[in-house]
């Protein structure tokens, strides 16, 4: 077997993606839906946070046993449970924040630690935060609880600076947008880890995209573009699907390549 084939097939039994142009467009496409979706259906659905969270999170309870199910990566499972716990991970800050009148310096702070307790564990029991080698159910579930962490931190996060610190919609995107491109230009040009640059990439793209969401959705006189929840979640629905498209089309055309080549 080729060195190829072989990279190939351990890239289809690892269950989550590579680490691609489209994977960060999909994901920040992905969290900004995830702001507006959470108050499309808590607030102009009028379901309120409450029921809004019970739905969703048991919407993102049958999406994560699928994607537990495949025991490789399926793009339409995959990110199928990113936006759903996306909208999840929203909705547990304004839970926590609006019925809770928990602060959002607590939130951020509370959800910080606990993304950190998350990679100390997740560390010390498997040695490594590599996302290329989530091959085993262990593996996978520390992935997806960080990911829950880093949406829940995100929003608490974004809405402070963006609210509380009262900076604004567009500001706060230029901020944390600022502050990935720095991240990339360390690890591009001053070594950087990539480990802990793609996880320091993944927490602030979440607060990039909730104030996308937010400048986008909100109205005029709160500094937003008035699109509306509905236009603004319906608009990155419809990219995420034809993205999740093309990476299906991709995948199964290079997962029909490798087991062509594994049987030769």
Not at 184 to 209: E, K
Request: aromatic share 14%.
């Amino acid at each position: 077997m080729t060195t190829l084939a072989r990279a190939s097939l351990q890239q289809n039994f690892n269950r989550v993606p590579e680490v691609k142009v489209d994977f960060w467009l999909i994901k920040l496409m992905a969290v900004t839906m995830g702001e507006t979706a959470a108050d499309y259906l808590a607030v102009n659905l009028g379901l309120g946070l409450t029921a809004t969270s019970l739905i969703m999170t048991a919407f993102l309870a049958v999406a994560l046993v699928l994607q537990f199910m495949q025991k490789r990566y399926v793009p339409s499972r995959y990110w199928t449970a990113v936006v759903l716990i996306s909208i999840v991970g929203t909705l547990i800050t304004d839970n926590l924040v609006d019925n809770f009148k928990v602060p959002l310096e607590v939130t951020t702070i509370v959800f910080s630690i606990a993304l950190l307790v998350t990679f100390a564990v997740w560390y010390a029991v498997e040695h490594t935060l590599s996302i290329h080698s989530i091959f085993t159910t262990r593996r996978e579930t520390f992935y997806w609880l960080a990911i829950l962490f880093t949406f829940a931190l995100g929003t608490a996060a974004g809405d402070l600076v963006a609210e509380k610190f009262e900076l604004g919609f567009m500001a706060t995107g230029a901020m944390f947008g600022a502050i990935i491109v720095l991240i990339a230009a360390a690890y591009y040009f001053f070594n950087l880890d990539a480990i802990l640059a793609f996880w320091l990439a993944y927490i602030f793209t979440r607060p990039l995209g909730a104030s996308l969401g937010d400048f986008l959705s909100q109205p005029v006189e709160y500094g937003g573009l008035g699109f509306g929840t509905i236009i603004t979640s319906l608009m990155f629905l419809g990219c995420i699907v034809a993205i999740v498209v093309y990476m299906s089309l991709v995948y199964q055309r290079d997962y029909g390549l490798s087991q062509a080549e594994r049987r030769t």
